[in-house]
């Protein structure tokens, strides 16, 4: 700086090089005393000056700039602003000079955006383009001259923070909105989907939702759809949806040189990461009703519409404001609040986040919104997501003071300043006021105060204000020290021996074990689990499984560590209450405890993930997800059957080498229908005879080699020839001559059931082409009756007469009854029979659509799916190795619990009730 001017002489120096002679002293000397003058009330420096010189020369013509300068001072005055305040919006001006004479224009930085009309010119200038990236190309130039204007507004003080972040918000809206619009129009296009594709609702949440955007928030969405009755798609409505919101994500956050539109993030979905991009308005309703934590309901307040059904939006608040606002909660949502800030600060080393720091924005957002809930289920009128909004109507009934409402909403403003200028600086997305230097001169001169030192004053006054009236709303409420005492537990001395181990490690000796780091850890987790064993039915089990878990570890502080993860160690006590077999896995199993720290347990089964784990590796993870509802019985039968005969193939191409024999799979392994307790079967045929004996000797020697890669999973070759008292691997030949013979009718049902797995698949067609001709040279009424009696001799060997058990396999109407009914058809037609091979229940089911009758065909479908995921759930939950639903009431009382079965639901009778209706169909083609 050169005699207390603003202004250095290097500017003085540029600007003259830049006018090239052009002007006169005299006048030169006048732009820079208007410079200077607009310039007061800035802080200047170097870069301030180059941002300057840099918004000069970008204009055409800088003669006539200056020129109408002089006599329209606000010119200057815009200008000055832009280049002390904002390097982003400079850049913006420098890009695009135009721009700046829109500035020029007060009507046009007064004028008030509108949604509607913003919307009308967005879309008119998107559909002068032929190609998508112009489009986009389109929407991002419209971000940036829209944002300079709200920017330029908010910096001159034209706009009020009120009405900056409203702003900020329609625009964000505008754009948002058409930019999906754009993603669903692409997906349409591509799937020659000609009618409207409109069951959805976008809906914004944060501050977006609240329409209190900053100048770089991200954008948070959670998309739902109504299923259409009738609706003919190219893919199910859930794909196509996740499709269109996969291209936005990309559309709006891909960083090009003329920069991006937001970044877009679907994150706060029901499951998060674990579920699909979006879900039906049902299933987003039960997980509300069911699962939904007080943080959703803190992140529902600002729930508001962006796109696609605006009814079916209203239909969702109307229905989801009842968990958001109860009329009464069971438990205050201030202590978790409350806890929720506390661990924010306690984690971030940022101590000047103004976002974060104590007496910061979140103290304020956080205790709004719990007087919001709290008192939002009897007042409609405070359900508003704007936090300045809802501060005035705390006040307005009283629930605020006068006095922190004032506090609040000054404090507020100060905040959101602060953050705005941050932002605006360099387009970054900050909350860290800088502790020193020109930076904070600026933003201290920026929010009108004469220096840094006066700046931080004020800041300390507002957060210790701000923090007063939180802590008033937030009167510490802590979860009672005897919340331990008050489980009901059966066996309440040997929980009181567990809970002393686990605080400390202490055991028989009743001597400390754990050092102080761990004890201080489990400290900051024993909440939770109290918690969680209050609410079970169950705690005695829960409890002793933990502590054998922890006793089983080398570091109890490892484990205590990542159990700070809330969702994490829920979701592993979810499994210890529930999932009897994955327990006992993780119980006895090292390898299992690794799989479930590194969080490899939530990761969807796929081609990169399964060559590299066991059969019993795979069985804990598919039994954990199934726990947590990440997988359905469907995922289980197919990751098992397919990493099955992946094991399978591998296992004997290592074994023959040559193509003189085939190896194949029967049953629920060829079908792709394996659950935790199936049996694998196998069927090896050679080329010859003196092929067998040799085979014969080599699979004799590998046989326990086999059964150590199948494990848990038994091997059998039962459904060979003479079963048990012959050789393993029979010659084709002789198999042909069996089959024309001596062969069943139910080992061609058997054999329908096959998978090629390896060896020669020329012998493998041979031999199936040879079963299939063999089947048709049957009679068909032969075929019937022996598919009948064969029905009627395993449901006799059941024992259901003698127990109230059901069992789900054998019983009639259980899973052989239904299997019975389609072979009866199928196994009679050549054609059908052909398209059966291999195939599974549901391939087979289709196969009869010209056949049955659909309300049948829906009607056998329903019952397969119901018994299978009742066979799963028994399978995981209590561990069985049968398909029989028990007559225990304890274990039936675990199952209903699982399924979330009401008390007045009797399972038993529901399941006897399907099997008897599914039985009467057999019984009408006899």
């Known amino acids: 700086m050169l005699d207390n001017k603003i202004l250095s002489s290097d500017f003085h120096d540029n600007l003259l090089k830049l006018l090239e002679g052009s002007v006169s002293l005299s006048k030169f000397e006048t732009i820079i005393s208007r410079l200077e003058l607009a310039l007061k009330g800035y802080f200047v420096n170097q870069k301030s000056e180059t941002n300057l010189l840099r918004i000069i020369s970008s204009n055409y013509d800088k003669i006539s700039f200056f020129n109408d300068a002089l006599i329209y001072s606000h010119h200057l005055e815009i200008i000055c602003a832009l280049a002390s305040t904002s390097n982003y919006l400079t850049d913006i001006v420098v890009r695009n000079p135009e721009y700046l004479y829109q500035l020029f224009d007060d009507n046009f930085l007064k004028e008030k955006l509108d949604y509607q009309k913003c919307k009308e010119e967005l879309v008119l200038g998107i559909n002068k383009f032929k190609y998508l990236e112009t489009k986009l190309n389109y929407i991002r130039n419209f971000k940036r001259r829209y944002i300079l204007r709200i920017g330029t507004s908010d910096i001159l003080g034209i706009s009020s923070l009120k009405t900056t972040i409203s702003e900020l918000s329609i625009l964000a809206n505008t754009l948002l909105s058409s930019l999906f619009e754009l993603s669903i129009k692409e997906i349409k296009e591509k799937y020659s989907i000609t009618y409207d594709l409109n069951n959805y609702a976008l ?6 939702g609240g329409n209190e955007l900053n100048y770089s928030s991200d954008a948070d969405f959670i998309l739902f759809y109504e299923n259409k009755e009738n609706e003919i798609l190219p893919k199910n409505i859930e794909e196509i949806l996740s499709e269109a919101v996969i291209n936005f994500i990309r559309y709006s956050s891909e960083v090009t040189e003329k920069g991006f539109v937001y970044r877009v993030d679907f994150r706060l979905r029901p499951d998060g990461k674990n579920s699909s991009l979006c879900g039906s308005i049902n299933d987003y309703l039960r997980y509300y009703e069911s699962r939904g934590e007080d943080w959703e309901r803190q992140m529902l307040i600002k729930i508001n519409f962006c796109s696609g059904d605006q009814q079916l939006y209203h239909r969702f608040t109307n229905y989801i404001n009842r968990f958001v606002y109860p009329a009464s909660f069971t438990q205050s949502p201030i202590n978790q609040i409350r806890k929720m800030k506390e661990n924010i600060e306690r984690r971030s080393l940022a101590k000047d986040n103004v976002k974060l720091f104590f007496g910061g924005i979140r103290d304020i957002e956080f205790s709004v919104q719990a007087l919001q809930m709290i008192n939002g289920g009897n007042n409609k009128e405070l359900r508003s997501g704007n936090t300045l909004d809802a501060i005035n109507l705390l006040s307005g009934y009283k629930i605020l003071s006068l006095s922190e409402a004032e506090i609040y909403t000054t404090s507020y403003i100060f905040y959101r300043r602060i953050e705005h200028f941050l ?13 020193e230097g020109e930076i904070l001169e600026k933003l ?48 309440r001395k040997r929980a009181d021996k567990n809970l002393i181990y686990l605080q400390s490690g202490s055991g028989l000796l009743e001597q400390k074990e754990f050092d102080n780091r761990t004890i201080l850890l489990f400290s900051e987790i024993e909440k939770i689990l109290f918690n969680y064993l209050k609410k079970s039915k169950s705690p005695d089990n829960i409890l002793e499984n933990f502590v054998r878990l922890i006793k089983s570890q080398n570091f109890p502080s490892i484990w205590y560590n990542e159990f700070k993860d809330t969702n994490f160690l829920i979701a592993l006590l979810k499994n210890l209450e529930y999932n009897k077999r994955g327990t006992e896995y993780l119980l006895l199993n090292k390898k299992a405890g690794e799989i479930l720290l590194t969080r490899r347990v939530f990761n969807q089964i796929n081609k990169e993930l399964a060559p590299n784990l066991t059969l019993e590796e795979l069985s804990f ?51 792709g229908s394996m659950t935790f307790n199936s049996d694998i079967d196998l069927l090896i045929v050679s080329i010859n005879p003196k092929k067998s004996i040799e085979l014969n000797k080599i699979i004799s020697n590998k046989i326990e080699d086999l059964k150590k890669v199948v494990s848990p999973f038994s091997v059998d070759f039962r459904l060979r020839p003479e079963g048990k008292s012959s050789q393993l691997i029979w010659d084709i030949e002789n198999y042909i001559k069996y089959l024309k013979s001596r062969a069943r009718i139910w080992e061609f049902q058997a054999l329908s059931k096959i998978r090629f797995v390896s060896g020669s698949i020329d012998l493998y067609d041979k031999f199936v082409n040879e079963m299939i001709h063999e089947l048709m040279n049957r009679n068909n009424e032969d075929i019937k009756r022996e598919i009948l009696e064969m029905q009627k001799k395993i449901s006799s060997e059941s024992f259901s007469h003698i127990t109230n058990s059901i069992n789900l396999k054998k019983q009639n109407g259980g899973f052989l009854t239904l299997e019975f009914y389609l072979n009866y058809f199928i196994m009679t037609d050549l054609k059908l029979f052909k398209k059966s091979i291999g195939k599974n229940y549901y391939y087979r089911l289709k196969l009869l659509k010209n056949i049955l009758a659909p309300n049948l065909i829906s009607q056998l479908r329903n019952t397969f799916e119901e018994l299978k995921k009742l066979e799963i759930t028994l399978q995981v939950v209590l561990n069985t190795r049968n398909s029989i639903l028990p007559e225990d009431k304890e274990k039936i009382r675990s199952i209903n619990e699982f399924n979330r079965i009401k008390k007045d639901q ?3 009778k529901r399941i006897s009730e399907l099997m008897k209706a599914a039985y009467r169909l057999i019984q009408l083609i006899k």
Do not use: W
Request: proline content about 1%; aromatic content about 12%.
């Open 423 to 435: 932002q605006l600086m360099n387009n970054n997305q900050t909350h860290l006021i800088p502790t």
């Open 444 to 491: 201290s001169r920026y929010t009108g105060f004469k220096d840094s030192v006066v700046f931080k004053n004020k800041l300390a006054d507002f957060r210790n204000k701000v923090r007063t009236v939180f802590n008033t709303i937030l009167v510490e409420n802590k979860i009672s020290k005897n919340s331990f005492d008050r489980t009901k537990f059966i066996d």
């Open 906 to 908: 009797n399972l038993t």
């Open 621 to 671: 993870i598919l039994s954990f997800q199934f726990t947590l509802r990440l997988s359905n019985f469907k995922k289980i039968s197919e990751s098992i059957s397919t990493h099955t005969n992946f094991i399978l193939n591998r296992f004997f191409s290592n074994i023959f080498i040559d193509s003189d024999c085939f190896v194949a799979t029967l049953g629920s392994t060829a079908t």
């Open 203 to 208: 809906c914004s949440l944060g501050k977006l």
